[in-house]
């Protein structure tokens, strides 16, 4: 059978709503409750060879590399690992230093982007081991790896990646339950973890049901030149892929921010015709994202703020996105669904080709 959008107006939209049963389908096999770990038996290594990782290091581009960054933090809070994502394509041209005690992941939807598989070719050509986060079973980047986590997504068409950039930051904390398991992570804090993913399908078809609200934001957004996305600490990568998301199909400059950083430079923009997406998760940063919502407001900039039902904006004039509470080391995912509405509703208003935004490729494979 041929694959089509079906009754969607697009891939994008099916694939959106295809996130619950994608990120079912990538933990199907991978938890063991009794025990607090994952299974990934494709990452071949052993305890003692996952024990002796000093340090993770992600490449990726576009949404798999700001994911990266939300799985650094995963593998930094659980496993206590010193971890950080960069841009493949900038990777091999500062000469890196590879490390033998350094585990490298390959993060790619398609497996072909030329330069996450250059980089690949680049740390297995220094003798660095590295494993692939990848969608595409059989694909160059996975094929180059020393092993690794399938995402399980199923085929993915649109340009802007939902249900595979999902399942990356579900496969991240897998990798992370485990290093963190063969390390200080208690069994019961890996319970914890593990009920949290399992809640995760049910949560984000909770978020999707939401669509006519968020729609009627976005049309709102879609009318604005410029826009921020601001987030701090988890919630930075998240403002980042919802910047990317946005500007990728409605053709809007859209800025990610750190929130901290705004009174260093960006609230010299803020105006009634500069609108800010913000992240605001209940956390223990909540009160000084609050700060700078009121900073933002002081400028009469318009606030859409993505948070947790309960946290209090006091009085300030705000469209409120309430997401569902998971486990902290969770939220970036469930804060970054909304996001992909909001771009999805504000192109769709604006009339664009959302699946094949111009300029753009699905996957980049020549350098
Ligand atoms: C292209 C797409 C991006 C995507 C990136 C990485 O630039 O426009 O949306 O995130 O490639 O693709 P990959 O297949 O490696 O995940």
Redesign the pocket.
Known sequence: ASYDAGEHDSFMHKEMLEQPAAAERILRGRLDERFGTAHLGGLNMDARETREIRRVKIL?????YYVGQMGASLIEDLARIPADAEAASEFRYRNPIIEHDTLYVA???????ID?LLAVQEIRRKGGRVIGLV?VVGSAVARECDGGIYLHAGPEVA???TK?LTNMFVGFALLALQLGRVRDLSIADGQRLIAGLTRLPGQIEEILAGEDALAEMATGLAGAESLFFVGRVRGFPVAREGA?KFK?ISYRHAEAYQTSELKHGPLALISTEVPTVAIVPDDELTDRNIAALHEIAARRGPLVVVTHAGVDLGDLDVRRIDVPRNERELDPILLTIPLQVLAYHAALTLGHDIDKPRN?????TVE
Do not use: I, M, R
């Open positions: 990726g581009c576009g949404s798999a993060v790619s939807q398609s497996g072909e982007t996450t969608n340009v802007a990646s595979a990317q990728e753009l490729a699905k996957s980049v």
